[in-house]
């Protein structure tokens, strides 16, 4: 009795140190990329049929040889196999002990022969090749079937600015970083001009005035843009103000750079101190870089007649909201 646990277990030891470290190997493995280039596989001479049913091949392996392709692991028959062996072994040495009556195998050992078979009945259920890897032939041996394959995920959370597509003169680049971020605004600037006794209606003096998002979510989860401003006030005194001013953004033009999402709607708006959104991207569109392009001679400063001299200043605050309006 001795001597057969000790042959037992002395074969177990061999076939863990050969078999666990291939089978641990694969199954912690991973694919390169979800696409290979090989060699075209030499045909033998007056055979022209595809091999059918054939996972795809890892070139550098023989095909001969029971090998899973790619990751070399061996195929799941012997494992299974094996696995069945020992814990048959265990049962047989359990009862061949109590009938002849000999010491009592220790609970330790029998646990050792128990977990190796059910490690190897594991082991065989988990050897499977990737589906994207799987190529099938015909039945007339005259086709095949391949998988294109590509795996997109969002963009990090720390990747770099998103360059404005059309920069304006001054550029109206924000430099922001993210996944979601609105890269370029509008410098509003109307130059300078004389106080007539009437209304009067300015226009803005910057080229290519837009406004330009970015969505990297991959999500098509929608977004809106809203605008505000606060009261024009001089610059050399803070108590006088422009009275009645009213500035409009018209309707905008969109560019995209290739995108297949669909595009955001567009607003005109009138620009106060309250957030008025004037792009809104709905659920399921607005993925990509959209670029919002202003007529400049439709963004539009309406001064009443009355306001004093003086060199008046805003500030516009452009606002991207991670969900549609």
């Given at each position: 009795?001795?001597?057969?646990?000790?042959?037992?277990?002395?074969?177990?030891?061999?076939?863990?140190?050969?078999?666990?470290?291939?089978?641990?190997?694969?199954?912690?493995?991973?694919?390169?990329?979800?696409?290979?280039?090989?060699?075209?596989?030499?045909?033998?001479?007056?055979?022209t049929s595809l091999p059918k049913n054939k996972d795809l091949p890892n070139t550098g392996v023989d095909r001969t040889s029971s090998k899973l392709p790619q990751t070399g692991e061996t195929a799941d028959g012997n494992l299974l196999i094996t696995g069945l062996v020992f814990l048959g072994a265990a049962i047989a040495v359990e009862k061949l002990r109590t009938k002849r009556g000999g010491r009592k195998m220790k609970l330790k050992t029998m646990t050792m022969l128990g977990l190796i078979g059910s490690g190897m009945l594991l082991?065989?259920?988990?050897?499977?090749?990737?589906?994207?890897?799987?190529?099938?032939?015909?039945?007339?041996?005259?086709?095949?079937?391949?998988?294109?394959?590509?795996?997109?995920?969002?963009?990090?959370?720390?990747?770099?600015?998103?360059?404005?597509?059309?920069?304006?003169?001054?550029?109206?680049?924000?430099?922001?970083?993210?996944?979601?971020?609105?890269?370029?605004?509008?410098?509003?600037?109307?130059?300078?001009?004389?106080?007539?006794?009437?209304?009067?209606?300015?226009?803005?003096?910057?080229?290519?005035?837009?406004?330009?998002?970015?969505?990297?979510?991959?999500?098509?989860?929608?977004?809106?843009?809203?605008?505000?401003?606060?009261?024009?006030?001089?610059?050399?005194?803070?108590?006088?103000?422009?009275?009645?001013?009213?500035?409009?953004?018209?309707?905008?033009?969109?560019?995209?750079?290739?995108?297949?999402?669909?595009?955001?709607?567009?607003?005109?708006?009138?620009?106060?101190?309250?957030?008025?959104?004037?792009?809104?991207?709905?659920?399921?569109?607005?993925?990509?870089?959209?670029?919002?392009?202003?007529?400049?001679?439709?963004?539009?400063?309406?001064?009443?007649?009355?306001?004093?001299?003086?060199?008046?200043?805003?500030?516009?605050?452009?606002?991207?909201?991670?969900?549609?309006?």
């Amino acid at each position: 009795m001795k001597t057969i646990k000790h042959v037992l277990l002395w074969g177990v030891s061999l076939f863990c140190f050969f078999s666990f470290t291939v089978t641990s190997f694969a199954n912690t493995a991973t694919s390169q990329a979800g696409i290979s280039f090989t060699e075209k596989e030499d045909m033998e001479a007056g055979n022209t049929s595809l091999p059918k049913n054939k996972d795809l091949p890892n070139t550098g392996v023989d095909r001969t040889s029971s090998k899973l392709p790619q990751t070399g692991e061996t195929a799941d028959g012997n494992l299974l196999i094996t696995g069945l062996v020992f814990l048959g072994a265990a049962i047989a040495v359990e009862k061949l002990r109590t009938k002849r009556g000999g010491r009592k195998m220790k609970l330790k050992t029998m646990t050792m022969l128990g977990l190796i078979g059910s490690g190897m009945l594991l082991g065989a259920s988990t050897s499977t090749a990737a589906p994207q890897d799987v190529v099938t032939g015909s039945e007339d041996g005259k086709g095949g079937t391949s998988h294109g394959y590509i795996n997109l995920t969002p963009g990090d959370s720390d990747t770099g600015k998103t360059d404005p597509t059309d920069p304006t003169d001054p550029s109206g680049e924000t430099g922001n970083e993210g996944i979601l971020t609105i890269d370029h605004v509008v410098p509003l600037l109307f130059s300078s001009h004389k106080l007539e006794g009437k209304e009067q209606v300015y226009t803005s003096v910057v080229d290519k005035p837009n406004v330009q998002v970015t969505d990297k979510r991959g999500e098509e989860a929608g977004w809106n843009v809203q605008v505000s401003q606060t009261a024009f006030v001089d610059q050399t005194d803070a108590t006088k103000t422009l009275k009645g001013a009213k500035l409009v953004l018209p309707v905008g033009t969109l560019k995209d750079v290739g995108n297949v999402s669909l595009a955001p709607e567009l607003y005109a708006v009138e620009v106060n101190d309250a957030p008025a959104t004037f792009m809104n991207a709905k659920t399921g569109s607005g993925a990509g870089t959209w670029t919002n392009f202003f007529d400049k001679d439709e963004i539009k400063l309406t001064v009443p007649a009355g306001n004093k001299k003086g060199e008046y200043m805003s500030t516009v605050t452009w606002t991207l909201m991670d969900a549609p309006k």
